[in-house]
């Protein structure tokens, strides 16, 4: 145990105090004891000597009478043990006291210690006369005196040292006692200041060494005090602008990214890189991993940039990556270029967006430039004023004007004279009224020359009606003739590759199916595909995709015979007929090598080698089918089965190969069948108070137990029913037996419980309303108790039919939460907008807390955002203590997991709402949070 430092000083001096006194105390009686030795031997002797000299006369005179007196005299002696006196020959000549048989006469002591062994002086002396013996006297002298007188001696020394002693104690302990009631004065305040309390004052009086501590003390105490208040305003401007900032990279579209130019390795990367790329922040903090996924062909570049060796301290760069979806994507990234003194990079941040759409509106645009430019039809465009803005190639040389020539100018232009006034008050009448007119008309070309013309025109308005430009389609119809024959030509044909269309190889499959079956042959369909023909597109453009069409197409036609029909279907799709052969099979097999073959043949478009490969499927008549819809659906069928083997090959159908097909149109009729027999269930998982541990509400899971396959996951027939349109009757049935249900606990059983039914598949539908307020009247329950679980993604695919429906829920009365909270795209601009009561987290964000950094951040921050807009969170997929105890101490609201209960049925659940009100009854007194597995 820690004594305290006043005990320690007082024990301290006590100690050294008691060693002192004890030292003294075995001096002085060391110092006393051999005081009485060298008296009490000095005292024998001279008695002795006194007794010989008394006893010379009576030795010599051998007067034994006369010895005997002289010894009497000494009887009385306090301290004579004996005396015995011997002449010259040994003999006794008298004796007095008790001495001991001659024969046992101890030895002579010669000193004090010698005699204390047993308690007598022995001493002995020779009795001289004239320088003659006369004999000896010895005699025996007692101690007992001598160490009594010690003995009391020693006692009084030992009792005055003990009251030094205590007198000393005394006077320590109150000295320690002064001087540690002031050092506990300085020991409360240096307490006060390690807890913060920097406010706190010592008061001492006085003018010694502690008054001046204590003063220092408190100048100390003050400058921290001050300190600390300018800290807490730092700190509290630093919150705010973190605030800010997190608001700003939560809020934005972007991704921010700071790269170190050293060592490459990416420093920071902002959580919207999941949602934009599919990757996690982990795998993006790699070094390495991105740029990996940028093109080859703008790599080189971004990597330039990130090492900082381009001129510039800004930079922007469009470039494709591909996501963890295998998609290119194109992105933009802005940014800038940190630089020391000696203009060396030390840092690279900047921000990068999704302009993909961008892209491929361009892409349209030029597309529609083509076909504007290169279509055969004049076209006129003309501001609100009818001035003329652009014209395109066909329009100059159908009027002879060149393009500087005739804009600025108006229509009038090209009038010929040979239409009248009313004819162009009927024109702009009907434009007036319906917005367009269509007619011939008559018009004059550069040279004077009269043309008829099939004229169409439109009238282009803003948003608010207003008319900003008219667009004017012509032909001219002299060769009206050539201008049908072309029209049947596009009619039947592919305008890229000049192949037949889809319109006119089904109609020459049909009549060879007819054909076929008179002459009883066989027909082959090959349906082929090019391999990832996409990835042409993406990377090298639709023009170059385009000119790779055309040349496939060329070296396709060139391997078929004079009776075989190739067709292009659109995209990267081609249809082959094949008819008037008797080994198909055999033939089928040779002509789909010799198309793979030459497909697979280098193509070299502006410095670009392109390889492309592709898959065919093959279907025969009358093996397969004898219709040809099927046919082709079937040779479509064996091709996507070949680019499953690997691409690049060819493969006949099977009936094998619609087997899946058939599992799938199977499973959704008899899904159609359990909605309308209304053989799902509903399941219901409790939602606890995580402050009380109370189920105060659960949510509505669907499932489907299949009376032939079992047990079918709702991850399997809900997206099934979502592309069917069976999932709005789901819905529908869903809400409605779950009002019912929780209707039923509330009037037989007392339970008012609040039931979730999430339904984000049907919340954009405008019926949906509607489906609420007959559910709400059927069920006769209160809105209050029904919950609406949508997700961030539909809400935000109709912005502006969600809120709508979303505010006439709220009107009702039904309670709104946002499902799988953080895992969506929402925007906060919109979110603080919606009328909702509850965020939901993802169980993504719940399973790896409190271990993971950024779940935890993710969760506080959720949190945090829905208190702030005075909103309830819950969290669901708690599935272990840490889980909860993380959550109850950040004040999460509401929770649900498998911690506390799975989804069970309604019965069962009844059974843990009756568990949990015993429980909560008999602890009342705590607020535990209790599991109810079953």
């Known amino acids: 145990m820690r004594l305290k430092l006043s005990t320690r000083l007082i024990l301290g001096v006590v100690i ?12 002085s009686v060391r110092l006393i004891n051999s005081s009485h030795a060298e008296l009490l031997e000095q005292s024998v002797r001279r008695e002795t000597d006194l007794l010989a000299y008394s006893l010379a006369i009576g030795l010599a005179y051998q007067d034994r009478a006369t010895l005997q007196d002289v010894l009497h005299l000494l009887e009385n002696a306090q301290n004579l043990v004996y005396v015995i006196v011997f002449n010259w020959q040994g003999q006794v000549m008298a004796k007095i006291g008790h001495p001991p048989a001659i024969e046992q006469l101890p030895r002579i002591d010669n000193s004090y210690l010698e005699a204390k062994d047993d308690g007598v002086f022995d001493v002995e002396k020779p009795v001289i006369l004239a320088e003659q013996v006369l004999g000896t006297v010895r005699i025996g002298y007692s101690l007992a005196s001598v160490e009594s007188i010690t003995a009391r001696t020693r006692l009084q020394n030992t009792s005055i040292a003990l009251l030094e002693l205590f007198l000393s104690i005394g006077v320590t302990v109150l000295i320690g006692i002064l001087l540690v009631r002031r050092l506990r004065h300085l020991e409360t305040g240096a307490k006060a200041l390690y807890n913060g309390e920097f406010q706190h004052r010592i008061l001492l009086q006085g003018a010694d060494e502690m008054t001046d501590l204590a003063q220092t003390f408190n100048a100390l105490a003050h400058h921290l005090e001050k300190t600390q208040a300018a800290l807490n305003i730092e700190q509290t401007n630093l919150l705010r602008e973190s605030s800010r900032l997190n608001s700003l990279l939560t809020g934005i579209r972007g991704v921010v990214w700071e790269i170190n130019p050293q060592t490459q390795n990416i420093i920071y990367v902002s959580p919207f890189i999941t949602k934009l790329l599919g990757f996690t922040i982990e795998q993006c903090l790699k070094k390495g991993f991105l740029i990996h996924k940028v093109h080859v062909d703008e790599r080189k570049k971004l990597q330039h940039i990130s090492r900082g060796l381009i001129a510039d301290d800004t930079f922007m760069l469009d470039y494709r990556v591909l996501n963890g979806a295998g998609k290119w994507l194109w992105l933009r990234n802005i940014g800038i270029i940190e630089r020391d003194a000696q203009h060396q990079p030390i840092n690279v941040l900047g921000i990068a967006w999704d302009i993909s759409e961008n892209k491929q509106l361009l892409e349209q645009v030029h597309q529609a430039k083509i076909v504007f430019d290169n279509t055969n039809e004049g076209i006129i465009i003309t501001d609100a004023q009818q001035r003329i803005t652009l014209v395109n190639k066909a329009c100059s040389e159908i009027t002879g004007y060149s393009t500087a020539e005739i804009v600025g100018k108006t229509p009038r232009i090209l009038h010929s004279g040979r239409q009248d006034k009313l004819f162009y008050q009927q024109l702009w009448s009907m434009l007036e009224q319906i917005g367009r007119w269509q007619g011939e008309i008559w018009n004059k070309h550069k040279d004077g020359t009269i043309y008829p013309c099939w004229e169409s025109i439109n009238v282009v308005k803003n948003e608010r009606g207003e008319v900003i430009h008219y667009i004017a389609i012509f032909s001219d119809i002299t060769s009206i003739k050539n201008a049908e024959r072309q029209l049947e030509h596009l009619a039947h044909h592919d305008l890229l590759t000049d192949l037949p269309n889809r319109l006119y190889f089904n109609t020459r499959l049909e009549q060879a199916i007819v054909y076929a079956k008179q002459q009883q042959e066989e027909i082959a369909v090959l349906f082929l595909d090019l391999d990832r023909f996409k990835n042409v597109n993406d990377t090298l453009g639709h023009i170059v995709g385009d000119q790779v069409l055309q040349v496939v197409s060329r070296r396709l036609r060139a391997c078929l015979r004079p009776q075989d029909t190739l067709a292009r279907l659109g995209g990267d799709e081609f249809i082959l007929l094949m008819t008037g052969t008797t080994a198909v099979h055999k033939q089928a097999i040779t002509i789909a090598q010799r198309l793979l073959n030459t497909i697979q043949q280098a193509i070299h478009i502006n410095q670009h080698e392109i390889v492309v490969t592709g898959s065919v499927g093959i279907s025969i ?83 489907w137990q299949h009376p032939q396959h079992g047990f079918i996951p709702p991850d399997v027939f809900i997206p099934l029913a979502g592309e069917t349109g069976l999932i709005e009757s789901i819905d529908r049935w869903v809400m409605f037996h779950a009002c019912q249900q929780n209707k039923q606990w509330q009037d037989e059983y007392g339970y008012f419980l609040s039931i979730a039914v999430n339904l984000s598949n049907f919340i954009n539908h405008d019926n949906l309303s509607v489906v609420l307020k007959r559910c709400l009247k059927q069920t006769q329950i209160d809105p209050a108790y029904l919950e609406l679980e949508i997700t961030e993604g539909f809400v935000m695919q109709n912005v502006e039919s969600a809120m709508t429906n979303l505010k006439a829920f709220k009107e009702l009365g039904v309670r709104l939460s946002i499902d799988d909270f953080g895992t969506g795209y929402s925007s906060l601009s919109y ?39 005075h909103l309830s969170v819950i969290a669901e997929g708690i599935e272990n203590q840490a889980q909860l105890d993380f959550l109850r101490h950040h004040q999460c609201d509401e929770g649900q997991g498998y911690l506390f209960s799975k989804a069970v049925k309604a019965d069962e659940f009844l059974l843990l709402l009756q568990k949990n009100n015993h429980f909560l009854q008999e602890n009342v007194q705590t607020t535990p949070i209790v599991r109810y597995k079953q």
């Open 621 to 703: 008549y009358p093996d397969d089918s004898n219709e040809a819809q099927s046919l082709v659906k079937y040779a479509d069928i064996a091709m996507y089965r070949a680019k499953s083997l690997g691409n690049n090959q060819y493969c006949f159908y099977t009936s094998q190969l619609t087997t899946e097909i058939e599992k799938r149109f199977s499973l959704e009729n008899d899904l159609r069948h359990a909605i309308e027999q209304e053989k799902l269930q509903l399941y219901y998982q409790p939602k606890i108070d995580l402050q009380t541990g109370k189920i105060i509400g659960a949510e509505a899971l669907i499932r």
């Open 16 to 27: 050294i105090e008691i060693f002192m006194l004890s030292l003294l105390v075995w001096n």
């Open 831 to 869: 979110l603080k907008q919606l009328p909702l009561n509850a965020l939901k987290i993802d169980r993504s964000f719940i399973q790896d807390i409190p271990n993971d950094p950024d779940d935890v951040a993710i969760v506080q921050t959720i949190i945090n955002l829905a208190h702030n807009l």
